[in-house]
């Protein structure tokens, strides 16, 4: 399975058209996260993403939480939404987990979640071939540019137990574009660019553009 992977769009419009059309060269588009900016603007992203004639996979970040994704994308009829639930795509299984995890310092707006939530919004992802999860798990891709390590322990808890083929995250925009491994496990960062990346089995292979990072908050 081909997979397109794109993360922290933030209302940029001029990725979101690009990856519309790259979209039909792929399988299955995953999209983990955060595409308005500070809960504003989402409808001018979806707008434009929900011309994707492919399967899409979709979580919110923390710039938007999952009823108002959910509005934004309720004229989009190939989009699956995941926040705690899952979906099998052609013999693939998909689970999502929105927001940010742990909580961010960016105050009331962020659609933010502690670590205990994640915990038992994940509890039903064992089996998942791909975790589709806008934060990334702690220790990996997860580095700012002052050298702290800010992403989640409940993912990669969940990753070291149920040990999934696939990560697709975001949120550190410091790492966008990056991969790296927990175990056996593919670990990406995607990035507002998009990044192939193809299933099959056991074996992944990835490739990603260079891409710049939008203004806008983590």
């Not at 939480?65 to 899952?86: D, Y």
């Not at 039903?124 to 580095?143: E, T």
């Not at 990560?167 to 550190?172: A, K, L, Y």
């Amino acid at each position: 399975m081909k997979l397109l992977l794109f993360s922290d769009l933030h209302c940029d419009v001029q990725n979101a058209q690009h990856l519309v059309k790259r979209a039909p060269a792929f399988d299955v588009v995953v999209g983990a996260g955060d595409f308005a900016c500070a809960r504003r603007g989402i409808e001018r992203t979806i707008d434009i993403l929900q011309a994707i004639n492919r399967p899409t996979v979709l979580v919110p970040g923390n710039n938007e939480s999952f009823e108002e994704l959910q509005a934004a994308c309720a004229r989009w009829s190939g989009v699956h939404l995941l926040h705690g639930s899952g979906v099998e795509i052609e013999g693939v299984s998909f689970f999502g987990l929105g927001g940010g995890v742990p909580i961010t310092p960016f105050g009331s707006w962020s659609y933010d979640f502690t670590e205990e939530d994640a915990e038992v919004l994940l509890k039903h992802s064992f089996g998942s071939d791909v975790l589709v999860s806008h934060s990334p798990p702690h220790g990996a891709v997860d580095l700012t540019a002052d050298g702290k390590h800010i992403g989640s322990l409940a993912v990669r808890n969940t990753v070291e137990k149920q040990r999934p083929l696939l990560v697709v995250c975001g949120h550190i925009h410091d790492c966008g574009g990056q991969n790296t491994r927990i175990g056996e496990t593919h670990i990406v960062n995607a990035g507002p660019d998009g990044i192939m990346w193809e299933l099959s089995g056991s074996e992944m292979t990835g490739d990603s553009s260079d891409y710049s990072v939008p203004q806008c908050l983590r």
